[in-house]
């Protein structure tokens, strides 16, 4: 069955520190995947997204993500972090074509970036 | 900027009573979604639209009806609500490709629910 992991439900940093959230995907191919923020009470924003091309996607914020199909990995990094950045990352896949439109979310990262 | 606005925000119900969830999207996207967050589950995908007229089953429709009168407006219904459905639910539109997947959903601000 398609299914997105998070291993770590709360990831907690120090502000200035680098940061790394985990994201395994399985499916069949390789799917879209994406990195959504939910700051609190708010509803989610789209950080970046992968299809294809350069395994290293640049998005909002100085957030990137490796894609590694070896791997099925999508993981997210930020060379420092601000307390800003405190919130609950989801990691997200969904097909090419058919039923594509429906995004698989992992169950989310919660981040604390203490001060 | 695209923009997706749920109402009401904050909901208490009775149980076995109906409610209504309702969502406006002035993106003039195709795709709307209704989505649940739990704590443990993430994200859970309820029922989804590909345009006025349609809706299609998610990955959890039981005890749900959704409704797309329009392309701006997106329902969710719950006919006999149930304790169990408390949580926040979240609605999205996203894209005019279609089936595609690489659509990037915009969210709104999410309806928390509690059933009692």
């Known amino acids: 069955a398609q299914s997105v992991t998070q291993p770590d439900a709360r990831v907690t940093v120090s502000e200035g520190a680098s940061l790394q959230l985990r994201c395994k995907y399985s499916?069949?191919?390789?799917?879209?995947l994406f990195w959504y923020v939910q700051y609190q009470r708010q509803g989610l924003q789209l950080l970046l997204k992968y299809y294809s091309g350069d395994p290293v996607v640049q998005g909002v914020n100085g957030f990137e993500a490796e894609f590694s199909k070896s791997d099925s990995s999508f993981h997210l990094r930020k060379a420092s972090v601000h307390w800003s950045d405190s919130a609950v990352y989801f990691c997200?896949?969904?097909?090419?074509?058919?039923?594509?439109?429906?995004?698989?979310f992992g169950t989310g990262t919660l981040l604390s970036v203490k001060p | 900027e695209a923009a997706v606005t749920q109402s009401p925000r904050n909901k208490v119900a009775v149980t076995g009573g109906k409610v209504t969830l309702s969502c406006n999207q002035t993106n003039n996207h195709n795709n709307m979604y209704w989505y649940r967050q739990d704590t443990g589950h993430g994200l859970r995908l309820i029922h989804y639209s590909y345009g006025a007229g349609s809706t299609e089953k998610g990955d959890i429709p039981d005890g749900y009806k959704a409704s797309r009168p329009s392309q701006e407006n997106f329902s969710l219904i719950l006919e006999l609500a149930t304790p169990s459905q408390t949580s926040v639910y979240f609605c999205?539109?996203?894209?005019?490709?279609?089936?595609?997947?690489?659509?990037?959903?915009?969210f709104g601000a999410g309806t928390r629910l509690s059933v009692l």
């Open positions: 997200a896949a969904s097909k090419y074509g058919g039923s594509g439109n429906k995004l698989i």
């Open positions: 499916y069949s191919g390789t799917p879209y």
């Open positions: 999205a539109s996203g894209g005019n490709r279609g089936r595609f997947g690489q659509n990037t959903l915009y």
